[in-house]
């Protein structure tokens, strides 16, 4: 194993959204005595080799994926992509669910309930009409969407590809899950259902998403997200002047509170956020627009606080629109609130099983450890209380969210796979 390296200076620069959550943890010896056990373990050994040694299909799969685009509520094209390469890879059986979750199922031997889940998502936040075709610059893979998380996908096939020709089984039944609706206005709706609605047995959730070797979540980022409409009776801006303006309120309604906001946000508190993203409305710079409208995202590490900035931020703009008409224009403004986003926050102990396997999994590749949080798809099952984790997808790579991102495989590609191996089948159990 190579030296230790630490994680937490790169991760600052890498992951821009994933946050340290814990400092001074440790790994109790019984995870590391288990883990450096199950590495060692012939077939095992034999899934590592055949990682590194079908790196190049890996890779293969990794272009077909990413030039299959998958745009926020369009992933049906991939998901039919990914669902056959899953079959080709080995599964017991497999379904799409209502929501577009491509889910395989490989059965375990113990019959025990509770499955242990591994996913990665198939959406990307490139709308329809992207060019997605894979260009490659010397060892350089660029594409929009090829890490983020198309890269997960192809680390899910080649782990599930491993562990047949190894002739690996696990005791309990595993699900392996291209998910949908990761990303943006998606909010996690492809995890809602799996926790929610899909009748699942699910005791344990690992995510594959983000960057470097090393980073481990453990807790959920949460966020609500809301749209503003104000709506007036519109007109001309010189022959209808002192008409109720809804651009004006929205003005007042940004002001209001962003004051109010700032000066909870200031307060002694956990690290709380909000934030005005878009705006827009009206027809022209001579018309009194009928229709004014902006999008806010709120943040918060602690479940209360969220709720209370999106109480702040509720009360703020009926405050803001009640005192506008009331302010001596003609007529008033309207206006409705639109939920456009809700991820909860939550956080696991470092204590739990999962958490410490992943912990030890991670050190016996020679990487420091480090737990935070993100806003990913373990928000949901940890926000329940139920085990979870969100990994790495290994290799170096930029620009995720760009038309410009890339993807370079190095030594951590392989071993992000061998990785994400060794933390399920220690989950799962391997066959004795």
């Known amino acids: 194993m190579k030296q230790i390296i630490t994680g937490l200076a790169l991760a600052a620069l890498l992951l821009p959204n994933f946050t340290h959550a814990q400092e001074g943890v440790k790994i109790e010896k019984k995870y590391t005595k288990e883990i450096d056990k199950l590495a060692k373990a012939k077939k095992v050994k034999t899934a590592f080799t055949l990682i590194t040694e079908q790196e190049n299909q890996t890779m293969k799969d990794l272009v077909t994926l990413t030039e299959v685009l998958a745009p926020p509520f369009g992933e049906d094209k991939r998901g039919k992509v990914f669902a056959s390469m899953l079959v080709e890879a080995g599964v017991d059986s497999i379904w799409t669910d209502k929501v577009g979750n491509v889910i395989g199922l490989r059965k375990g031997t113990s019959g025990e309930s509770g499955y242990v889940g591994v996913d990665a998502h198939m959406d990307v936040v490139f709308p329809e009409g992207t060019d997605v075709?894979?260009?490659?610059?010397?060892?350089?893979?660029?594409?929009?969407?090829?890490?983020?998380?198309?890269?997960?996908?192809?680390?899910?096939?080649?782990?599930?590809?491993?562990?047949?020709?190894?002739?690996?089984?696990?005791?309990?039944?595993?699900?392996?899950?291209?998910?949908?609706?990761?990303?943006?206005?998606?909010?996690?709706?492809?995890?809602?259902?799996?926790?929610?609605?899909?009748?699942?047995?699910?005791?344990?959730?690992?995510?594959?998403?983000?960057?470097?070797?090393?980073?481990?979540?453990?807790?959920?980022?949460?966020?609500?997200?809301?749209?503003?409409?104000?709506?007036?009776?519109?007109?001309?801006?010189?022959?209808?002047?002192?008409?109720?303006?809804?651009?004006?309120?929205l003005g007042k309604a940004i002001d209001v509170f962003s004051k109010d906001a700032w000066a909870f946000t200031s307060g002694d508190i956990s690290k709380t956020s909000f934030n005005v993203g878009r705006i827009g409305g009206g027809t022209s710079v001579n018309s009194i627009p009928f229709e004014s409208w902006m999008e806010v995202d709120m943040r918060a590490i602690d479940p209360k606080n969220l709720n209370e900035i999106e109480s702040i931020f509720k009360n703020s703009v009926e405050k803001a629109i009640s005192t506008y008409n009331v302010s001596g224009v003609k007529g008033e403004v309207t206006y409705?609130?639109?939920?456009?986003?809700?991820?909860?926050?939550?956080?696991?102990?470092?204590?739990?099983?999962?958490?410490?396997?992943?912990?030890?999994?991670?050190?016996?590749?020679?990487?420091?450890?480090?737990?935070?949080?993100?806003?990913?798809?373990?928000?949901?099952?940890?926000?329940?209380?139920?085990?979870?984790?969100?990994?790495?997808?290994?290799?170096?790579?930029?620009?995720?969210?760009?038309?410009?991102?890339?993807?370079?495989?190095?030594?951590?590609?392989?071993?992000?796979?061998?990785?994400?191996?060794?933390?399920?089948?220690?989950?799962?159990?391997?066959?004795?």
């Open 336 to 432: 409705e609130l639109e939920k456009i986003g809700d991820r909860p926050s939550g956080e696991l102990s470092a204590s739990l099983p999962l958490v410490q396997r992943t912990m030890a999994a991670t050190q016996y590749f020679g990487v420091e450890p480090f737990l935070g949080r993100g806003s990913t798809n373990i928000n949901i099952p940890v926000s329940l209380g139920i085990p979870s984790v969100c990994i790495g997808r290994g290799g170096k790579g930029g620009g995720a969210h760009s038309l410009h991102e890339w993807y370079m495989n190095d030594e951590t590609g392989a071993e992000s796979i061998q990785l994400a191996l060794l933390i399920t089948l220690a989950q799962a159990g391997l066959e004795k």
């Open 133 to 249: 075709t894979v260009r490659k610059v010397g060892d350089t893979l660029k594409a929009p969407g090829i890490g983020d998380d198309t890269r997960g996908l192809a680390m899910l096939l080649s782990m599930l590809k491993a562990m047949n020709k190894a002739e690996i089984k696990t005791e309990k039944d595993l699900l392996v899950v291209g998910t949908v609706g990761e990303e943006g206005l998606g909010d996690l709706r492809g995890m809602k259902y799996m926790f929610n609605e899909s009748g699942l047995d699910i005791d344990s959730w690992i995510a594959i998403d983000g960057g470097s070797l090393g980073r481990i979540s453990n807790a959920g980022l949460g966020s609500k997200r809301y749209k503003l409409i104000i709506s007036g009776k519109g007109g001309h801006s010189w022959g209808d002047f002192e008409l109720a303006n809804p651009h004006h309120a």
